[in-house]
């Protein structure tokens, strides 16, 4: 789940491969208002004063949360990964006025969507492999000879 910068739009990825973007429109319940988080938890406390909550309810009222907020509309964008890996992660990122979808999936590839400002199915208009740029030392000698000399 990532929220664009401006907090207009929600996107939603999981290990399938759609990708979907909710335009954010109207009061925002208070369970996702990072200013009434603390109220929630003494109003939870005290729903729950036998059974303390954990971060478990926590987590569960603020899905539902955003289950009932986002339910009564359907999505504003999607976007189909080409291909589908154990875990993806997406995020929006707003660009000279245009909006994209940047994924990157656990087998190493990411993928850029461009999408329309009225919504619909994104374009995929980048796609390529991670490839890390770190080297490691190479070292002259075992690392544990140095420790017995």
């Known amino acids: 789940m990532a929220f664009s910068t401006d907090s207009r739009f929600l996107c939603f990825t999981s290990?399938?491969?759609?990708?979907?973007?909710?335009?954010?429109?109207?009061?925002?319940?208070?369970?996702?208002?990072?200013?009434?988080?603390?109220?929630?938890?003494?109003?939870?406390?005290?729903?729950?004063?036998?059974?303390?909550?954990?971060?478990?309810?926590?987590?569960?009222?603020?899905?539902?949360?955003?289950?009932?907020?986002?339910?009564?509309?359907?999505?504003?964008a999607s976007a189909i990964l080409p291909e589908t890996a154990t875990l993806n992660v997406a995020s929006l990122k707003d660009v000279n006025t245009k909006l994209y979808i940047m994924v990157a999936i656990s087998s190493r590839k990411y993928f850029i969507f461009l999408i329309n400002r009225d919504g619909g199915s994104a374009k995929l208009i980048e796609s390529d492999k991670l490839e890390?740029?770190?080297t490691l030392p190479i070292l002259e000698e075992e690392p544990t000879s140095r420790l017995y000399k």
Not at 37 to 62: C, K, S
């Open 15 to 76: 290990n399938t491969e759609t990708v979907h973007v909710f335009r954010i429109e109207g009061p925002i319940p208070k369970e996702l208002r990072l200013e009434e988080e603390i109220a929630l938890q003494f109003e939870m406390r005290e729903r729950m004063a036998l059974n303390p909550p954990g971060w478990h309810d926590y987590v569960e009222e603020t899905k539902r949360a955003i289950i009932d907020y986002i339910a009564p509309t359907r999505d504003f």
């Open 132 to 134: 890390s740029k770190v």
